[in-house]
Nanobody, 126 residues
Framework: QVQLVESGGGLVQAGDSLRLSCSAS????????MGWFRQAPGKEREFVAA????????YYTDSVKGRFTISRDNAKNTVYLQMNSLKPEDTAVYYC???????????????????WGQGTQVTVSS
């Protein structure tokens, strides 16, 4: 059973930065497309960012473009989400996910991902 573990969440003020990390046990992530999603209270889980298995291709939802950066270090079996200029509307539980399917395009929908972490809370105060 693959386990993904997120870390790096916390309580920050608007304008601050956080870096989330996602690491895996019992699986090497270097062949998997990886995604970050978030879910705020009372809302559906939404796509934030994704990165291809090679790291050459990245995708972002419009609301985080220019502020968030997804990256990966396959040697460390870890995926990162650098979040800058945080806003109160970024407050949510953030999840990383792994897509084992080696698709033609990196998916941006939750249903396409096979494994999920337990989530890490990010709270941005105004």
């Amino acid at each position: 059973q693959v386990q993904l573990v997120e870390s790096g969440g916390g309580l920050v003020q608007a304008g601050d930065s956080l870096r989330l990390s996602c690491s895996a046990s019992r699986r090497t992530l270097s062949s998997d497309d990886m995604g970050w999603f978030r879910q705020a209270p009372g809302k559906e889980r939404e796509f934030v960012a994704a990165i291809s298995w090679s790291g050459r291709h990245t995708y972002y939802t419009d609301s985080v473009k220019g502020r968030f950066t997804i990256s990966r270090d396959n040697a460390k079996n870890t995926v990162y989400l650098q979040m800058n200029s945080l806003k109160p509307e970024d407050t949510a539980v953030y999840y990383c996910a792994a897509d084992l399917g080696r698709r033609a395009a990196v998916p941006t929908t939750p249903g396409a991902y096979d494994y999920w972490g337990q989530g890490t809370q990010v709270t941005v105060s105004s």
